[in-house]
């Protein structure tokens, strides 16, 4: 059974940045999509960023991202760990929200539907 765990979550200010962490076990396929989501208050959960695990490594070709985090969020993955990270740069307050990581066996995983296991969370909050 997979098993995915969020940390680096917190409290920091516009302009700031964050690296979350998303540990992964009882993974036992070679190819997969890791991805971010999150939720804001009163709003649905919506697409981060993803990255597609092939052949044993983290592909860094095959990176999505949402429009809004282009540019500001990099998705990566530790080749000799089943873990992703996001680093999180020029954070706004409108990045605030719950961030969920999130497991998909499809190389082209992007909607939720698509991710079949998920991560309980971790909070981040960017004040103004």
């Known amino acids: 059974q997979v098993q995915l765990v969020e940390s680096g979550g917190g409290l920091v200010q516009a302009g700031g940045s964050l690296r979350l962490s998303c540990a992964a076990s009882?993974?036992?396929?070679?190819?997969?999509?890791m991805g971010w989501f999150r939720q804001a208050p009163g709003k649905e959960r919506e697409f981060v960023a993803a990255?597609?695990?092939?052949?044993?490594?983290?592909?860094?070709?095959?990176?999505y991202y949402t429009n809004s985090t282009k540019g500001r969020f990099t998705i990566s993955g530790d080749n000799a760990k089943n873990t992703v990270y996001l680093q999180m740069n020029s954070l706004k307050p409108e990045d605030t929200a719950v961030y969920y990581c999130?497991?998909?066996?499809?190389?082209?995983?992007?909607?939720?539907?698509?991710?079949?296991?998920w991560g309980p969370g971790t909070q981040v909050t960017v004040s103004s």
């Open positions: 990255i597609t695990r092939s052949g044993g490594r983290w592909s860094g070709s095959r990176t």
């Open positions: 009882g993974v036992s396929f070679s190819r997969y999509t």
């Open positions: 999130a497991r998909s066996s499809s190389a082209r995983a992007r909607q939720q539907s698509d991710f079949s296991s």
